[in-house]
Nanobody
Framework: EVQLVESGGGLVQAGGSLRLSCAAS????????IGWFRQAPGKEREGVSC????????YYADSVKGRFTISSDNAKNTVYLQMNSLKSEDTAVYYC??????????????????????WGQGTQVTVSS
């Protein structure tokens, strides 16, 4: 059974950092791209970042470029999202998801939720200003 479990969320002051983890089971990271999404209250789920298992290519939403870093540890079957210089607008529930292919979809397609077949339960990130 494919499972994704997020952890590492919490409450942090603006300007602070958090590292989210996405532990995968039931498949290995070299089989599927992994995306991070977030959803704030009253808003649609939006793509934050994606990492291709095929070649390690990474993608970021413009709103997080230069502040967030996605990485994967295949030995631990875990993907991380390092979040620095956090802002109040980063407050949301963060989800990781497994793509249907080993690579992130091109252009802006990697941000579309329909490109992902399995989702974690989410972890809350709250940034206080």
């Amino acid at each position: 059974e494919v499972q994704l479990v997020e952890s590492g969320g919490g409450l942090v002051q603006a300007g602070g950092s958090l590292r989210l983890s996405c532990a995968a089971s039931g498949f290995t990271l070299d089989e599927n791209a992994i995306g991070w999404f977030r959803q704030a209250p009253g808003k649609e789920r939006e793509g934050v970042s994606c990492v291709s298992s095929s070649d390690g290519t990474t993608y970021y939403a413009d709103s997080v470029k230069g502040r967030f870093t996605i990485s994967s540890d295949n030995a631990k079957n875990t993907v991380y999202l390092q979040m620095n210089s956090l802002k109040s607008e980063d407050t949301a529930v963060y989800y990781c998801a497994a793509g249907s292919l080993p690579w992130c979809l091109y252009g802006s397609s990697w941000t579309h939720v329909r490109g992902y077949s399995h989702w974690g339960q989410g972890t809350q990130v709250t940034v206080s200003s």
